[in-house]
């Protein structure tokens, strides 16, 4: 070691490392063998030092090709494995997780820059839709129609698709898999997963744990891994083996992944951009509505998907909602801190990149008139921090309103009535989760109608920002029309057939035709 900087990885501090299998260089490519990846290493960076975690050998095409056929090949026999069983072997992926999950929450925390409750939460996510699969398992089906021939059955029937592929996003490193994967293979499919580059470790680590569960059932690689860069990821959706293509991320590659996935009729699951809003209403519970407004808006130092961006606020109650929020928020700065600190409630944001575009937007919004209520600065420490901020003054349509900024920067508008608010709400592109706090049941029941909200997730008493697995998770408009996770989101992964069955000894033809 001597010459050479030391890695987290192999400090005593962080332990746990090495207790998730990782090493100062890790292999990034699994196609039933762990394999040195040919396209070069991607150092992991703690966000909250800057610090090299460790390092990844990441693939390359030719990596992708030798997953891709081990996929393919495996499907061949996991397809034939009853369903039950299947989810059994899910239940033992489920139980694996469990053992794994503060380790594994650890380096959520530690390479996404999540606060370490919300890394260990985000790994029981995986768990909870392991045992959500294991109940679907014994319970997804088709239906039986009554035919209009006598004697007839209609019949529909739920087959698997074939391999899957998966891109996940920084930040969600490890659940987005989880809501893919688990419910593809209980239906039948094989997965190929490609993570962020950035968030390689959680990748590398998620996948160790799921494919030593699959070698003690001494399974073909129904999960295999190539963490590599945007050659592998155009490869991926290129690639007609691949017959679903779930994608997360921005809503530019977004559009460039669903072109790709329609023009060679594969198909695709879109997770891509929010811009969510948070309306709170004249008659709302305003204690309930802060504790939601203050999560929501700064959790994950603002890089959920489902962040609060918007706070559209009736006119009577605005001044001092503001007043309290901006309290809140100067509270808030006492606990800034390392995302493994057990004191910190927030951490930092993900990379330099990340700063760059919170600064370049502050001074974008003050440009247009905007005034900055708190916030609007990098904090003076090692890694990628920067203040939560609170922007008024804009008009609700401003250019840098209608734009997704990935970062703790939310915009507070005064609306007049409910009916405002909702056209507020829903004149941005991004349609994915919104919330209506009110104490009203025609107000609630306006917002959850034809009239109210145009988004996926729409909730009320509740906060945007966050899902359980029991429900559709995804977004309309330019969110991309995706659905994870509960429901019957299962559907996406597999194929429908309707099928007639004559048990008679007649061939009589439909809509009463006679061909003689």
Same mark, same amino acid.
Request: charged content about 20%; some cysteine.
């Given at each position: 070691?001597?010459?050479?900087?030391?890695?987290?990885?192999?400090?005593?501090?962080?332990?746990?490392? &090495?207790?998730?299998?990782?090493? &100062?260089?890790?292999?990034? *490519?699994?196609?039933?063998?762990?394999?040195?990846?040919?396209?070069?290493?991607?150092?992991?960076?703690?966000?909250?030092?800057?610090? *090299?975690?460790?390092?990844?050998?990441?693939?390359?095409?030719?990596?992708?090709?030798?997953?891709? @056929?081990?996929? /393919?090949?495996?499907?061949?026999?996991?397809?034939?494995?009853?369903?039950?069983?299947?989810?059994?072997?899910?239940?033992?992926?489920?139980?694996?997780?469990?053992?794994?999950?503060?380790?594994?929450?650890?380096?959520?925390?530690?390479?996404?820059?999540?606060?370490?409750?919300?890394?260990?939460?985000?790994?029981?996510?995986?768990?909870?839709?392991?045992?959500?699969?294991?109940?679907?398992?014994?319970?997804?089906?088709?239906?039986?129609?009554?035919?209009?021939?006598?004697?007839?059955?209609?019949?529909?029937?739920?087959?698997?698709?074939?391999?899957?592929?998966?891109?996940?996003?920084?930040?969600?490193?490890?659940?987005?898999?989880?809501?893919?994967?688990?419910?593809?293979?209980?239906?039948?499919?094989?997965?190929?997963?490609?993570?962020?580059?950035?968030?390689?470790?959680?990748?590398?680590?998620?996948?160790?744990?799921?494919?030593?569960?699959?070698?003690?059932?001494?399974?073909?690689?129904?999960?295999?891994?190539?963490?590599?860069?945007?050659?592998?990821?155009?490869?991926?959706?290129?690639?007609?083996?691949?017959?679903?293509?779930?994608?997360?991320?921005?809503?530019?590659?977004?559009? @460039?992944?669903?072109?790709?996935?329609?023009?060679?009729?594969?198909?695709?699951?879109?997770?891509?951009?929010?811009?969510?809003?948070?309306?709170?209403?004249?008659?709302?519970?305003?204690?309930?509505?802060?504790?939601?407004?203050?999560?929501?808006?700064?959790?994950?130092?603002?890089?959920?998907?489902?962040?609060?961006?918007?706070?559209?606020?009736?006119?009577?109650?605005?001044?001092?909602?503001?007043?309290?929020?901006?309290?809140?928020?100067?509270?808030?700065?006492?606990?800034?801190? !390392?995302?493994?600190?057990?004191?910190?409630?927030?951490?930092?944001?993900?990379?330099?990149?990340? *700063?760059?575009?919170?600064?370049?937007?502050?001074?974008?919004?003050?440009?247009?008139?905007?005034?900055?209520?708190?916030?609007?600065?990098?904090?003076? &420490?090692?890694?990628?921090?920067?203040?939560?901020?609170?922007?008024?003054?804009?008009? !609700?349509?401003?250019?840098? /309103?209608?734009?997704?900024?990935?970062?703790?920067?939310?915009?507070?508008?005064?609306?007049?009535?409910?009916?405002?608010?909702?056209?507020?709400?829903?004149?941005?592109?991004?349609?994915?989760?919104?919330?209506?706090?009110?104490?009203?049941?025609?107000?609630?029941?306006?917002?959850?109608?034809?009239?109210?909200?145009?988004?996926?997730?729409?909730?009320?008493?509740?906060?945007?920002?966050?899902?359980?697995?029991?429900?559709?998770?995804?977004?309309?408009? !330019?969110?991309?029309?995706?659905?994870?996770?509960?429901?019957?989101?299962?559907?996406?992964?597999?194929?429908?057939? @309707?099928?007639? *069955?004559? !048990?008679?000894?007649?061939?009589?033809?439909?809509?009463?035709?006679?061909?003689?």
């Amino acid at each position: 070691m001597s010459g050479m900087t030391k890695y987290l990885v192999e400090e005593d501090n962080f332990a746990f490392l &090495r207790d998730l299998g990782l090493q &100062r260089v890790n292999n990034g *490519v699994y196609n039933g063998e762990w394999v040195a990846g040919t396209a070069g290493k991607v150092q992991s960076i703690d966000p909250a030092s800057g610090r *090299v975690i460790a390092e990844v050998a990441t693939g390359s095409e030719q990596d992708l090709e030798r997953c891709l @056929t081990a996929g /393919v090949a495996a499907y061949q026999e996991w397809k034939k494995i009853p369903a039950p069983l299947r989810g059994d072997v899910i239940r033992q992926i489920g139980d694996e997780l469990r053992k794994y999950r503060e380790p594994l929450g650890k380096l959520v925390a530690l390479e996404m820059g999540k606060i370490l409750p919300e890394g260990v939460g985000e790994v029981q996510e995986f768990v909870d839709i392991c045992d959500y699969a294991v109940g679907l398992s014994r319970m997804f089906g088709g239906a039986i129609f009554p035919s209009e021939r006598p004697q007839h059955t209609i019949l529909e029937k739920w087959n698997p698709l074939g391999l899957v592929g998966v891109i996940s996003a920084f930040n969600f490193p490890c659940a987005v898999f989880g809501w893919n994967a688990a419910i593809a293979l209980t239906v039948g499919n094989t997965v190929l997963w490609k993570g962020a580059p950035s968030t390689s470790l959680v990748s590398v680590a998620t996948t160790k744990i799921v494919t030593d569960v699959i070698k003690r059932n001494k399974l073909p690689p129904i999960v295999t891994l190539c963490q590599g860069g945007e050659d592998v990821g155009k490869r991926m959706v290129s690639d007609e083996r691949i017959r679903l293509m779930s994608f997360t991320g921005s809503t530019a590659v977004g559009r @460039t992944v669903g072109i790709e996935m329609q023009r060679r009729f594969g198909r695709c699951l879109l997770e891509l951009g929010g811009n969510n809003a948070l309306i709170i209403n004249e008659d709302a519970p305003q204690e309930m509505a802060l504790d939601a407004a203050f999560f929501g808006c700064i959790g994950t130092a603002g890089q959920r998907c489902t962040t609060t961006r918007r706070l559209i606020i009736h006119a009577k109650l605005y001044d001092s909602f503001i007043a309290k929020l901006v309290k809140r928020y100067a509270s808030l700065l006492k606990r800034v801190g !390392h995302p493994l600190d057990s004191a910190t409630l927030y951490g930092p944001v993900h990379n330099q990149q990340a *700063v760059d575009n919170y600064l370049q937007t502050v001074q974008e919004a003050v440009a247009l008139g905007g005034k900055v209520e708190c916030g609007g600065k990098v904090i003076d &420490r090692a890694g990628f921090f920067v203040e939560p901020t609170i922007i008024s003054n804009l008009p !609700h349509n401003a250019p840098v /309103v209608k734009r997704e900024t990935f970062a703790p920067i939310v915009y507070v508008f005064k609306a007049s009535n409910l009916q405002e608010a909702i056209s507020w709400n829903n004149e941005v592109d991004q349609g994915l989760s919104s919330s209506l706090f009110t104490n009203n049941i025609q107000s609630a029941f306006e917002w959850l109608g034809e009239s109210g909200s145009d988004c996926g997730i729409v909730n009320i008493n509740t906060s945007p920002s966050g899902a359980e697995i029991g429900g559709a998770f995804g977004g309309e408009k !330019h969110t991309g029309g995706g659905r994870e996770s509960g429901s019957d989101a299962w559907k996406q992964y597999a194929r429908r057939s @309707t099928i007639t *069955v004559n !048990h008679s000894t007649d061939l009589p033809l439909a809509q009463g035709i006679v061909f003689e």
